[in-house]
């Protein structure tokens, strides 16, 4: 089974546009780790937030993701800082 995250970012909305940016950047980045099979950024349309659903081979191709250089630039070190609130999930893709 695949391994699934979801993960919900809050921020202030002067701050969207810079966390938009940034998870657009991971996505790219994202898409061509090995073992990544999906990243999807969604707008909430009701709130100042961001919506991921991201998709790996197994957790430690997740792992491999979260120890990655662009993970440490773009969510550690810009995303993050910037969040109020913050949510991540994980589970196993049911076939």
Do not use: W
Not at 17 to 43: C, F, K, Q, W
Not at 53 to 63: H, L, M, W
Request: with cysteine.
């Amino acid at each position: 089974m695949s391994y699934a995250v979801i993960a919900r970012y809050r921020c202030e909305p002067q701050d969207a546009d810079l966390i938009r940016e940034s998870l657009l950047l991971m996505r790219e980045h994202t898409r061509r780790e090995p073992g990544n099979l999906r990243y999807v950024v969604h707008a909430d349309t009701e709130d100042t937030a961001f919506i991921l659903y991201e998709e790996y081979t197994d957790r430690a191709a997740f792992d491999a993701h979260a120890a990655s250089e662009h993970f440490a630039e773009h969510i550690l070190g810009t995303v993050r800082p910037k969040l109020t609130e913050r949510t991540v999930r994980f589970g196993e893709v049911l076939p």
